[in-house]
């Protein structure tokens, strides 16, 4: 029984110790990166060489054979004083939700891929350095592909899917998560420059671990309406 015991423990600690999210820190609710409030420069004058000013002359008394100043036309519309321009609008109040789609979304939808649907075309996109896709059927091709236990594969198929996500719901600027514990969130954008190294020329240990972040991505906001209908040829989708 003890020995039964002792194997449950290694085992569980071994399951641990594999687990590629430890240590990685999400945003508790990804939003875009909080954008500065910008002033107006504030333009300070030279100081003046001119000498200070004397005394001003004495005002000299009107000339009795000059006119005498006519009162105004009580008509006339009164004169309102200049408005001040409406503040801009804050960009940072109420960011949208993230909005994301899975793998099996992207490998189902080739017309949102060719911007069929949706209106923009999310060709070409690239993995790392040396991969690059120019149509929906390559993109499908490789998520079908199966990755058989391969880090850099499993790393592609979410790379990918995030890569999609980016362009066509704009979320390149939203703070997700910290992989590398330096108390820094990074942002999908960051995510995917991390990803695209790890691609070329990363471990299966980091490979594995943006895989899992990636992945945490793209499902972090499946659950959020698309807008537009992503139906492709009778193919339905969420």
Not at 5 to 33: K, M, N, W
Not at 69 to 81: R, Y
Not at 92 to 111: I, S, V, Y
Request: a negative charge; aromatic letters at 6%; proline letters at 16%.
């Amino acid at each position: 029984m003890v020995a039964v015991t002792s194997l449950v423990l290694l085992f569980g600690c071994e399951q641990a110790s594999s687990d590629p999210l430890r240590g990685v820190t999400f945003a508790i609710s990804p939003v875009p990166e909080p954008c500065l409030p910008t002033y107006a420069p504030s333009i300070v004058a030279p100081p003046s060489t001119e000498p200070p000013p004397t005394e001003p002359p004495p005002t000299e008394p009107p000339d009795p054979s000059d006119p005498p100043a006519e009162p105004p036309d009580p008509s006339d519309p009164p004169t309102e004083p200049p408005t001040e321009p409406p503040d801009p609008p804050d960009e940072c109040e109420d960011p949208p939700p993230l909005l994301t789609r899975t793998q099996g979304f992207w490998k189902n939808h080739a017309c949102v891929i060719d911007g069929d649907v949706g209106g923009l075309s999310l060709l070409p996109v690239s993995l790392g350095a040396a991969m690059t896709f120019d149509s929906s059927l390559e993109v499908q091709a490789y998520f079908k592909t199966p990755p058989k236990g391969d880090a850099q594969i499993i790393l592609g198929h979410q790379l990918l899917a995030a890569k999609l996500n980016a362009m066509a719901f704009g979320i390149g600027n939203y703070v997700f998560a910290d992989v590398d514990a330096d108390g820094d969130l990074e942002t999908v954008d960051e995510l995917l420059a991390l990803g695209d190294v790890a691609f070329d020329e990363g471990d299966d240990e980091r490979r594995l671990v943006l895989g899992a972040v990636l992945d945490e991505l793209n499902n972090a906001g499946d659950g959020e309406s698309l807008p537009f209908n992503p139906s492709c040829g009778g193919q339905g989708g969420k």
